[in-house]
């Protein structure tokens, strides 16, 4: 082999340890933690005394110091500063947490517990791993939160990043296929269906620093493969958008907004009698 190439190898590698955090050390962080705020998800024996809790807090709080020594540089304010407000932030994040769970469990017929609907809902590991992220994003965190939101993304094929900003009690229903941009606001108790967009009209690099995601208010129903665009698009609270619904301008409260579609259906070529079917 080129003894050049190797080097070249080598320094890259170095060059890439030094300024970035480990991918999988991130994703066992956030696993680590969520397995923390809900038995669920630890593989191990439940902790069953405070002292047990806080020690696994305490060394949860370690792990992410090591994740942001290599960004250090990059993020304007102690690492200390960035952990102790994740972690000063996990009540709130528990508890909005418990809220999704039970939009879920309340949303889904199929659903049967809210032990069901944590433990083996992708939505819900999903939303999780956003809130997470999402804290840590708020501290001008680079790479890292991203890198959490690309585990659930693989994990559950949802997409959301960890700018877009969500308020309680989002139910999340299949899931596959969902996108949610950097600069989405989504109100309180919406509710999505697989394959939603909510994405830009332009992915032009000089709409970096502008709201380019809609905005979803409260008590929002939106059904599968709908595609909302456009950082001026709002829609209006207690609205439903109808499945393959291609929406790029507001709509006013309480709308309901659908996709009007032909299917026909006709029999095979040399039948005795042609039905046609309109729905």
Not at 181 to 197: F, S
Not at 241 to 270: C, M, Q
Request: hydrophobic letters at 40%.
């Amino acid at each position: 082999m080129n003894p050049r190439f190797i080097q070249t190898l080598l320094e890259n590698r170095r060059i890439g340890r030094a300024a970035i955090p480990s991918q999988s050390a991130a994703w066992r962080f956030a696993d680590a933690l969520i397995g923390t705020l809900f038995p669920h998800f630890s593989s191990e024996e439940e902790f069953f005394v405070a002292k047990e809790i806080e020690g696994r807090l305490a060394l949860l709080a370690g792990d992410l110091r090591r994740l942001l020594r290599p960004i250090e540089g990059q993020l304007g304010k102690p690492v200390d500063e960035v952990v102790g407000a994740l972690f000063a932030a996990l009540p709130e994040i528990t508890r909005k947490l418990d809220l999704d769970a039970r939009a879920i469990r309340d949303g889904d017929p199929a659903a049967e517990s809210y032990d069901e609907v944590v433990q083996a809902y992708p939505g819900f590991y999903a939303i999780a791993v956003h809130r997470i992220a999402h804290q840590i994003y708020q501290s001008g965190v680079p790479i890292l939160p991203r890198l959490l939101s690309e585990h659930a993304h693989r994990q559950t094929g949802i997409d959301i990043h960890p700018g877009a900003q969500i308020g309680e009690s989002l139910c999340i229903d299949h899931g596959t296929g969902i996108v949610v941009g950097e600069t989405a606001v989504l109100g309180d108790h919406v509710k999505l269906y697989q394959g939603v967009t909510l994405g830009a009209l332009s992915v032009s690099k000089q709409m970096v620093d502008t709201k380019r995601h809609p905005t979803i208010e409260d008590r929002v129903v939106i059904y599968g493969s709908a595609i909302i665009l456009g950082g001026e698009t709002v829609v209006g609270h207690d609205s439903v958008i109808g499945g393959n619904v291609w929406l790029t301008e507001s709509v006013p409260p309480h709308s309901v907004v659908v996709h009007k579609s032909e299917v026909h259906v006709r029999r095979k070529a040399g039948s005795a009698d042609l039905l046609e079917f309109h729905i």
